[in-house]
C-alpha cells in the first residue's frame, strides 16, 4: 500500500481490524489516520474497537474452579468394565507403535490397585468386627456354662438374691447357641472375602495388567 | 490412564470452563459444563487423540453450551442478570476505585452480555480470538477451520459487537 493513498471508509475499517490485531504495516497505518482525519464517524468507530477491545482483554481467560475438578474425579465411572475395557490390546484396533495417533488407554493399574486396598479395607475390617463379636461371645458362653454357684458378678443368685429359675437358664443357652451360629457365618464369610480379594486376587481374563499391548499403549503417553 | 486423564484435564480445564463461561455467562452453568465435557471425555477416551484433545474439548463445550442455552431459552439476560458481583473478580487489578470499579463492572457486564448475544459462529470465534486472546493460527485448531476464515469471523464479529454495544448503551441511555 501506499502511504499516500486516499482509502474509504469499509478499507480504513480492515485497516482498523489489521491494526488491532498488530499486523498493520507502516504504509497502512498512514493511510489510516490520513483517513481518520478527514472522517468523524470512523474515528468514533475506531475509539470504540480500540475501547471494546481493551475490555474483552481485560474479561480475560476464567480459571476453573478446584472444586470443579475435584467434584469431577468423584463422578467419574470406575467400573469393573471400564477397567478391563482398554487393557485389552485389541480394545482400539491400534497396535500401539504409533505415538502422534495413539490414545491413551483405560484404565488404569492404579485403579485396579486402588480398588483392592478398598476391598482389602473393607475385609479387614470385616474380620476385626467378627472377632470382637466372638471374643464376647466366649466370654458369655464361659459365664453362663459354668456352675450356678460360681457364677461371677450379677449372675450369682446368693450375691444377688434374685432367683433363677431352670427355665431361665435354657432360655439363656438357646440364645447364646443361636449367637454362635450367626458368628460363625460372619466369621467364614470374611474369612473367604480375606483370602479371595486380598490374599490371592483373581488375575483378570483377557484384561490383566500385563495384558499385551496395554504396557506399550501406557509407554506412548 | 487415570494419570493421563488427570493430565488433559489439568490442561485444558481452564479453556473448557473459560470458554463456557463466557459462552453461557453464568459461572454455575459453565460448572457444570465444565464436567460433563470432561466426563464425556472419559467415556470418549479410546477415540480422541491425545493431538486432538483441545479441539474434541472446545466442540464439544461449544455443543452442550449450546445445548444448555437451548434449553435455558432465557433471552435479555443483560436486564435480569445479577451476577454482578462476578464482575469484580474478573479484572481487579484494572478497577483502583469504587468509583473505576463500578464504571468497570458496568461496562464489563454490558461487554458480557453483547458477547453472550452474537450469533454463531461470530461468537465463538471472538470468545477465543477476543478475551482468551488466542492467535488466530490456535483458534482455526481450536474451531477446526482456516486460519482466513477465522479472520473473516472475528472481523465481522467485531463489527457485530460494536452495534450490539451501541444498541446497549442506548437501551441503558434511554
Known amino acids: ?221 | 490412564m487415570l494419570e493421563q486423564y488427570e493430565e488433559v484435564v489439568a490442561q485444558h480445564k481452564d479453556l473448557v470452563f473459560s470458554f463456557a463461561y463466557y459462552y453461557l455467562g453464568n459461572r454455575a452453568e459453565a460448572e457444570d459444563v465444565t464436567q460433563d465435557v470432561f466426563l464425556k471425555l472419559w467415556s470418549h477416551w479410546d477415540s480422541v487423540p491425545t493431538h486432538a484433545a483441545a479441539s474434541w474439548l472446545n466442540r464439544v463445550t461449544r455443543n452442550t453450551s449450546f445445548d444448555l442455552l437451548r434449553r435455558r431459552k432465557t433471552k435479555n439476560r443483560y436486564v435480569v442478570d445479577t451476577e454482578a458481583s462476578e464482575l469484580s473478580e474478573v479484572a481487579p487489578d484494572h478497577l483502583p476505585d469504587p468509583h473505576d470499579h463500578a464504571e468497570g463492572a458496568e461496562f464489563a457486564r454490558q461487554l458480557r452480555y453483547c458477547v453472550e448475544s452474537l450469533p454463531e459462529p461470530y461468537r465463538s470465534a471472538m470468545i477465543l480470538r477476543e478475551i482468551q486472546e488466542l492467535t488466530y493460527r490456535e483458534v482455526s485448531e481450536l474451531l477446526d477451520q482456516p486460519v482466513n476464515t477465522i479472520k473473516t469471523q472475528v472481523h465481522r464479529g467485531r463489527k457485530l459487537l460494536r452495534e450490539r454495544f451501541l444498541e446497549v448503551n442506548a437501551c441503558v441511555a434511554n
Open chain 1, 1 to 221: 500500500m501506499s502511504p499516500t493513498e486516499i482509502i474509504d471508509c469499509a478499507r480504513a475499517l480492515e485497516l482498523v481490524d489489521r491494526q488491532l490485531d498488530g499486523e498493520i504495516d507502516e504504509a497502512g497505518l498512514v493511510a489510516l489516520e490520513s483517513h481518520l482525519a478527514g472522517c468523524p464517524s470512523c474515528r468514533a468507530e475506531v475509539q470504540l474497537a480500540r475501547r471494546l477491545q481493551v475490555g474483552l482483554r481485560r474479561l480475560g481467560p476464567q480459571e476453573c474452579p478446584d472444586s470443579v475438578v475435584a467434584s469431577l474425579m468423584t463422578r467419574l465411572p470406575i467400573s469393573d468394565t471400564a477397567l478391563g475395557r482398554d487393557q485389552s490390546p485389541q480394545s482400539d484396533g491400534r497396535s500401539g507403535t504409533q505415538s502422534a495417533g495413539a490414545v491413551v488407554s483405560f484404565p488404569t493399574p492404579d485403579a485396579s490397585s486402588s480398588q483392592a486396598r478398598v476391598q482389602a479395607a473393607r475385609s479387614v475390617g470385616l474380620a476385626l468386627a467378627a472377632t470382637v463379636l466372638l471374643t464376647l461371645a466366649v466370654s458369655l458362653w464361659v459365664a453362663m456354662s459354668a456352675p450356678l454357684g460360681e457364677r461371677p458378678g450379677e449372675l450369682q443368685p446368693a450375691v444377688n438374691g434374685v432367683d433363677v429359675s431352670a427355665s431361665d437358664l435354657e432360655q439363656a443357652e438357646r440364645e447364646a447357641r443361636l449367637a454362635f451360629a450367626y458368628l460363625g457365618a460372619i466369621t467364614k464369610r470374611a474369612t473367604q472375602t480375606l483370602r479371595n480379594d486380598v490374599l490371592s486376587p483373581p488375575a483378570p481374563a483377557g484384561h490383566g495388567s500385563s495384558a499385551p499391548g496395554m504396557d506399550n499403549e501406557v509407554q506412548q503417553r
